[in-house]
């Protein structure tokens, strides 16, 4: 593992003498790469800070990708699954690490080689990409639900939409390329692109591409290309370009890969979007089919992942490449794990030192890493003690975003009441997971909201005084005496099986799978891209992140709700 095997090479230079701050700094480059920057710890505490100490939430809010990559943990596992494939739509939800997963391309540069070996002999996607590409995907939906209506506000055709993406998309590709194969001398194949993007139609496009180009690639090319030029020249046509674009990349044995980042929110249901989102599903399959030496790959958001499918032309041909991002428990330990590492060896070197040699690949490193510091058992409201961890990782919906929120809380309340590091208090557990239960099932119910937009006001009017545990028949008879009215108001053709799958679906409800001492274990649909079907012989659980924002009751086993996968140890069941 890179972080030990250059603890031990620190060591073995250094000698036994203790860790210095100096020490920590180099350590944290060597295992991040090459050599950094002299500010290199500055630019790392813009992120990694004493109030926020495992850094942002969301990758959307990491500019620096040196930064990123020290942040990122390369050896997680659901990513490497992903990265083996070359897939071309990355499926996942809210805070599942989709922008983190594609921009993890844009971080090779600063991987260690270690990292980079193990990558290339696992046979990762990331190390084929010698050119990223990212794209802005706001700006690019913003014209393209523009061109979707026309003038006349008339539909055009899928086919003419299609062409529209690839038109827009291609000419981001050449001069991404060019801008940044800028040092590679004269090259007849970069002069054909040059010629082309130099053309008047160009010119004409200027002020839409500087916004769908991004502020450097149109800095470095507006000076050089859309100066008026001299018309008696044979400008090269795009065809021409591309080819050539393709002959460089063959010429040079390099591949490249378009980033395509998903937005949280697509308004489903409105047809300009959806013919969007179908005409840009179509190009991507049918552009990646055509190409090995270029790729796009595009992510998308799993909430709304059928109603994405209906928006496709053809399904079957725009959906055959694609996985989702997923995640267990021993996962979130660890990526949650490698960042407060990281957190100490700047705010506690001692500390530091004391656990940096742990292997946090191994399930057993991962629970002594975290019973270092959260070493007093947790006790739930029904009055039984479990693993801290559990207790933190059961009101997620396994998502990173999730448990780094609850996380940092804990480390923030222990510092107040403890004034260090190296203890996580039960009581800042349990406060933490109070103060951010409403804001993770506001950010869930967020994501169904063009799907489902009488959700919460109807979960809470079903589930208010409802028990935790309950039989089909229960939820049936509460249905009949509030929901049903509650939905003629707003959707009369919504019925109990609709409810059934808006729950199950959301994640708000799961199907009970066993009973242990101290839980009543469930199984939860949100890591599946279609809910599983159920009868009246099915019995549920409500998640735990819900069951006190929607007011629920104690359920008559007396016993919390364990998400299945969200505990570290291996659970006997009754």
């Known amino acids: 593992m890179a972080l030990t095997s250059a ?95 594609l921009n993890s391309y844009l971080y090779k540069p600063y991987f260690a080689m270690a990292v980079l070996n193990a990558a290339q002999e696992a046979r990762l996607d990331v190390s084929d990409y010698k050119i990223v590409i990212p794209i802005l995907s706001h700006k690019l939906f913003e014209q393209m639900q523009a061109y979707v209506t026309g003038s006349s506000a008339a539909w055009r055709p899928i086919e003419s939409i299609i062409e529209a993406w690839a038109d827009l998309l291609i000419d981001h590709i050449l001069a991404s390329l060019l801008h940044s194969s800028s040092d590679a001398g004269t090259n007849d194949q970069l002069e054909i692109i040059r010629s082309y993007l130099s053309a008047p139609e160009l010119r004409k496009k200027s002020e839409a591409y500087r916004l769908v180009w991004g502020t450097d690639i149109w800095g470095s090319l507006k000076s050089k290309l859309l100066k008026k030029g001299d018309n008696r020249k044979k400008l090269a046509s795009k065809q021409e370009a591309w080819q050539a674009c393709i002959g460089f990349l063959d010429h040079n044995r390099h591949r490249a890969v378009v980033i395509f980042d998903s937005m949280d929110e697509y308004e489903i249901g409105n047809p300009t979007v959806d013919r969007t989102i179908g005409g840009l599903l179509r190009f991507v399959s049918q552009f990646n089919n055509q190409h090995e030496r270029i790729k796009v790959k595009l992510g998308l958001p799993s909430e709304v992942f059928p109603e994405i499918q209906r928006a496709s032309a053809n399904p079957l041909k725009d959906f055959v490449s ?42 057993d490193g991962i629970r002594r890493f975290w019973g270092r510091f959260l070493s007093e058992p947790q006790k739930n409201r029904y009055g039984h003690e479990e693993n801290s961890m559990t207790y933190m990782l059961r009101h997620t919906q396994l998502l990173p975003r999730q448990f780094f929120r609850i996380l940092q809380r804990v480390v923030l309340e222990s510092f107040s009441t403890t004034g260090g590091y190296r203890l996580l208090t039960g009581n800042a557990v349990v406060s933490s997971i109070s103060d951010m239960e409403p804001i993770i099932a506001g950010e869930i119910i967020q994501g169904f909201k063009y799907v489902y937009p009488y959700a919460e006001n109807l979960s809470k009017a079903m589930f208010g005084s409802f028990p935790t545990v309950f039989s089909y028949d229960q939820l049936e008879d509460k249905w009949r005496k509030v929901g049903r009215a509650f939905m003629r108001k707003h959707e009369a053709e919504f019925e109990l099986v609709h409810l059934t799958e808006m729950l199950l679906r959301m994640g708000i409800i799961g199907t009970v799978e066993a009973e242990t001492e101290k839980y009543v274990v469930a199984e939860f649909a949100y890591h599946k891209l279609i809910p599983p079907a159920v009868g009246d012989r099915h019995e549920f659980a409500v998640h735990p992140v819900f069951s006190r924002y929607f007011s629920c009751s104690r359920n008559r086993q007396g016993k919390a709700i364990l998400p299945h996968g969200a505990s570290l140890d291996i659970l006997r069941t009754s």
């Open 322 to 363: 694609f996985d989702q991002v997923r995640w267990t428990s021993v996962e979130l330990a660890r990526i949650s794990a490698h960042r407060y590492r990281l957190f100490l060896s700047l705010f506690d070197a001692d500390c530091f030192s004391e656990i940096m040699g742990i292997d946090l690949n191994k399930r």
């Open 7 to 101: 603890y031990h090479k620190l060591q073995f230079d250094g000698g036994a003498r203790p860790l210095m701050a100096r020490d920590i700094l180099f350590f944290i480059c060597r295992a991040v790469g090459p050599p950094m920057d002299k500010n290199l710890h500055a630019r790392v505490l813009k992120y990694v800070k004493a109030e926020q100490p495992l850094g942002p939430a969301d990758a959307h809010q990491i500019d620096d990708p040196e930064v990123a990559a020290l942040l990122f943990d390369p050896h997680n596992t659901s990513f490497n699954t992903l990265l083996k494939k070359d897939i071309s739509l990355v499926i996942g939800r809210r805070g599942s690490g989709k922008t983190a997963l």
